[in-house]
Nanobody, 120 residues
Framework: QVQLVEFGGGLVQTGGSLRLSCASS??????MGWFRQVPGKEREFVAS???????TYADSVKGRFTISSDNAKNTAYLQMNSLKPEDTAVYYC????????????????WGQGTQVTVSS
């Protein structure tokens, strides 16, 4: 059984940085992705990375966020710099074992979510 465990959320001031981690147990992933959701809105794609290192970003985070992975540990990371209040959300990691993409349906397993709050 696959489990995704996230770490690293918290409270930070505008302009600050946070690093999220997502460890996948049980199976090597093909793509790891990060999504985020605020109350009353749909979950939105943030970034993804394939096992070969190909990454994709949402326009809203391009240049500020960096996704990376450690394949030996089946772990993905999201380094978030220059954080803005509009980045406040619950961040979810997701794993796909066959495909890559920006849609929720492209992913098979999800983490429990971690809160990121950026104060102004």
């Amino acid at each position: 059984q696959v489990q995704l465990v996230e770490f690293g959320g918290g409270l930070v001031q505008t302009g600050g940085s946070l690093r999220l981690s997502c460890a996948s147990s049980g199976r090597a992933f093909y793509t790891m992705g990060w999504f985020r959701q605020v109350p009353g809105k749909e979950r939105e794609f943030v970034a993804s990375i394939t096992r070969s290192g190909s990454n994709t970003y949402a326009d809203s985070v391009k240049g500020r966020f960096t996704i990376s992975s450690d394949n030996a540990k089946n772990t993905a990371y999201l380094q978030m710099n220059s954080l803005k209040p509009e980045d406040t959300a619950v961040y979810y990691c997701a794993a796909s074992f066959e495909t890559s993409g920006r849609r929720e349906v492209d992913y098979d397993y999800w983490g429990q979510g971690t809160q990121v709050t950026v104060s102004s």
